[in-house]
Nanobody, 125 residues
Framework: QVQLVASGGGLVQAGGSLRLSCAASGRTVSTYGLAWFRQAPGKEREFVAAITRTGGTTLYADSVKDRFIISRDNAQSTVSLQMNYLQLEDTAAYYC??????????????????WGQGTQVTVSS
């Protein structure tokens, strides 16, 4: 079993930056892909970014590409999401997740086995 605790959310003005972090415990996640998803009120959960177990490959949603950066620290069992140039549309609860497959990452939520509790990001005008 893996426990994930996300932090770093908050209120920020459009154009600003935030850095989310997610700490894993209970079992090593260094051999699994990690990802961030988000869910806005009334909308389905959507993929944001993912990173392979070595950090050598990353995936981004088109809506955040060139603005967000995902990274991981396997020694600390953490995954982070640096969010720059935030837009109103980025307002959502952000969730970290651990892949159910150690070999791949994907954009589909069904491929992730463990989930954090979410941290709220609110972007104001």
């Amino acid at each position: 079993q893996v426990q994930l605790v996300a932090s770093g959310g908050g209120l920020v003005q459009a154009g600003g930056s935030l850095r989310l972090s997610c700490a894993a415990s209970g079992r090593t996640v260094s051999t699994y892909g990690l990802a961030w998803f988000r869910q806005a009120p009334g909308k389905e959960r959507e993929f944001v970014a993912a990173i392979t177990r070595t950090g050598g490959t990353t995936l981004y949603a088109d809506s955040v590409k060139d603005r967000f950066i995902i990274s991981r620290d396997n020694a600390q069992s953490t995954v982070s999401l640096q969010m720059n140039y935030l837009q109103l549309e980025d307002t959502a609860a952000y969730y970290c997740a651990v892949s159910g497959n150690p070999w791949t990452i994907s954009r589909s939520a069904v491929d992730y086995r463990f989930w954090g509790q979410g941290t709220q990001v609110t972007v104001s005008s």
